[in-house]
């Protein structure tokens, strides 16, 4: 589960910093005046802070939820080994001595 987490943020940035990369090359590129580039420039940063901020919250729902999972999986773990030291106990309790023979007297 952790692989495909780290898989799909890894391919998430690579997208974003390609994007951008390929959004900054074409304005720089393309033929336009240097105040409607700026304009440009300026609109797509805009855009750009607005996805980071939507996918810093899509990100942050994940974190919760698989720290949720994480903390539910211990919290099994723990009661799983709880109730197998207490059946243990039980054990010790019913089981019998085992019987000693006195030595014998010659």
Do not use: C
């Not at 607005?50 to 539910?72: D, F, M, P, Q």
């Amino acid at each position: 589960m952790a692989d495909n987490g780290n898989h799909f943020w890894d391919s998430l940035l690579s997208f974003m910093v390609g994007a951008a990369a390929g959004f900054v090359a074409g304005i720089l590129l393309a033929p336009a005046s240097g105040e409607e580039t700026r304009k440009k420039l300026k609109e797509q940063a805009a855009k750009t802070g607005e996805t980071a901020k939507e996918n810093y919250g899509k990100l942050a729902k994940e974190a919760e939820k698989s720290i949720r999972v994480v903390k539910e999986k211990t919290n099994e773990g723990i009661d799983a080994i709880k109730d197998f030291i207490e059946k243990k106990k039980e054990e010790y309790k019913v089981k019998p001595e085992p019987f000693e023979q006195e030595p014998e007297e010659k």
